[in-house]
């Protein structure tokens, strides 16, 4: 049970991803770019979905 605990937490840490729209790299949850959820640019404040083939 220690080790699903262990693999669950180890996920939440920050990944860059870059903003179609400005091209500026912003840091975001990796488990929420991981469930697709829409992520906020912090320069120009617009809405996008960083895709999973990302992580490819």
């Known amino acids: 049970m ?3 605990i262990d693999a669950k937490n ?3 840490y920050l ?3 870059t ?3 400005c091209n500026q790299q ?3 949850s990796f488990s929420r770019v991981q469930k697709g959820a829409m ?3 912090p ?3 617009k809405l996008f979905s960083q895709g999973k083939t990302a992580f490819a």
């Open 26 to 28: 912003s840091e975001h």
């Open 10 to 12: 180890s996920r939440n």
């Open 19 to 21: 903003c179609p729209h």
């Open 43 to 45: 320069r120009c404040s």
């Open 39 to 41: 992520l906020m640019c």
């Open 2 to 4: 220690s080790q699903r």
């Open 15 to 17: 990944v860059k991803c």
